[in-house]
């Protein structure tokens, strides 16, 4: 008799036809399963929820819950013996990036480096490119990655790229943190406007001048007041945050995305973002937040819910371009 999983009803933002082939997008930091049992402290977090035996049946019934045609996942450090397999068999093809110094490996017993992931469904899109990053922040490499992929949509034959990456946590990184996110910036506008993937880019307006449209799933660890939040919010490449539309002005972060209880205190925090290209894509609905009753006092993980983290989930569809039409 296990507690019931949180229940997450999504708000439409706008009336979408069927025909409206929308893309449902998945972000998530499921907790790294030596960082949780071995590092994090989750002091009112009893030990037998991050059983991984028990643990990794919740992290992968919330996926299947919203079946989503791209899933970017941070701190996997059980990629290769669960979530490859068991995703492939339900039709995703994927790619891991490990972080190169992952803490996971200074835990007992450890599985492995955590890294990002990213997951799409093989029937729905075609890879035509992958990069995997090493993000720098003032010219010196760092310990945090980043993995790009390039799709193309069987059903609309439209192209985009889709970023997952997680920045460095704590606070006083503030500055380590725009500068990996400037540095992502760079290349993911590389990665978007460059001819060298050789694709004859049906997305691009007429005079060429716009990129690939693109979509960035992350673990920021940055509040919106941060300055990695207002680089991305103000870069070149156009990008808006989905869950904006949640709130009732539609230019306001939800009140959180992660709530913990560490022997340092309780800690409840907006940190994890989607973003897509304002010119290319609307947003056709939004999964909501959970109220802190659901949440319940224990804060996350829990036996409810397998991570710190709360999962995003938005449904994107491209918009109409006027200027194709003539
Ligand atoms: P980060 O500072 O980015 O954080 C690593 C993980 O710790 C994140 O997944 C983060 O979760 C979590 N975390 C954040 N705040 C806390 C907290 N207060 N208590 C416990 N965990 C927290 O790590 P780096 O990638 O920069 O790596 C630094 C760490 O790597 C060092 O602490 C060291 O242990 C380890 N290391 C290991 C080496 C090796 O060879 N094995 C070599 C060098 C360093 P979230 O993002 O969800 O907040
Ligand atoms: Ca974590």
New binding site residues.
């Given amino acids: 008799n296990r507690p019931p999983r949180l229940h997450r009803d999504f708000m439409m933002t706008r009336a979408c036809s069927l025909q409206n082939a929308s893309i449902r997008i998945m972000q998530w930091?499921i907790?790294?399963q030596a960082?949780g049992e071995g590092?994090?402290?989750f002091v009112r977090c009893p030990m037998e929820a991050l059983n991984w035996s028990e643990r990794k049946y919740l992290i992968l019934e919330e996926i299947l819950t919203y079946r989503p045609d791209v899933l970017c996942l941070?701190?996997v450090d059980h990629y290769f013996d669960t979530f490859q397999p068991v995703l492939a068999s339900l039709g995703y093809q994927s790619s891991f990036c490990p972080?190169p110094?992952?803490?996971c490996?200074?835990v007992h017993n450890n599985n492995g480096p955590?890294g990002c992931a990213l997951f799409f469904n093989r029937r729905r899109f075609q890879l035509l490119h992958t990069a995997h990053l090493r993000l720098s922040a003032m010219m010196l490499k760092?310990?945090?990655v980043a993995i790009v992929a390039t799709l193309r949509c069987r059903l609309t034959g439209r192209i985009f790229s889709v970023a997952v990456t997680?920045?460095?946590?704590?606070s006083g990184?503030e500055a380590f943190r725009s500068a990996q996110g400037a540095h992502l910036l760079q290349q993911l506008c590389d990665l978007t406007t460059q001819s060298h993937l050789e694709i004859d880019v049906e997305n691009r307006t007429r005079d060429g001048e716009e990129g690939i449209p693109l979509v960035v799933c992350g673990?920021f660890?940055a509040e919106p007041s941060e300055e990695v939040y207002r680089r991305f919010m103000t870069s070149p490449l156009g990008l808006e945050s989905a869950y904006k539309c949640l709130s009732e002005d539609g230019n306001t972060e939800p009140l959180y995305t992660?709530w913990k209880i560490?022997p340092?205190g309780e800690s409840r925090s907006t940190?994890d973002y989607i973003w897509y290209s304002e010119r290319a894509f609307q947003v056709d609905a939004v999964l909501r937040i959970p109220s802190e009753e659901q949440i319940g006092p224990d804060r996350l993980p829990s036996y409810h819910y397998p991570s710190?983290?709360l999962s995003l989930v938005c449904d994107l569809s491209f918009s109409q371009q006027p200027h194709r039409l003539m």
């Fill in positions: 930091n907790l790294a960082l590092k994090d402290g941070q701190e972080k110094c992952s803490p490996l200074d955590d760092t310990n945090q997680h920045l460095k946590a704590r990184w673990d660890n992660s560490r340092s940190l710190d983290h």
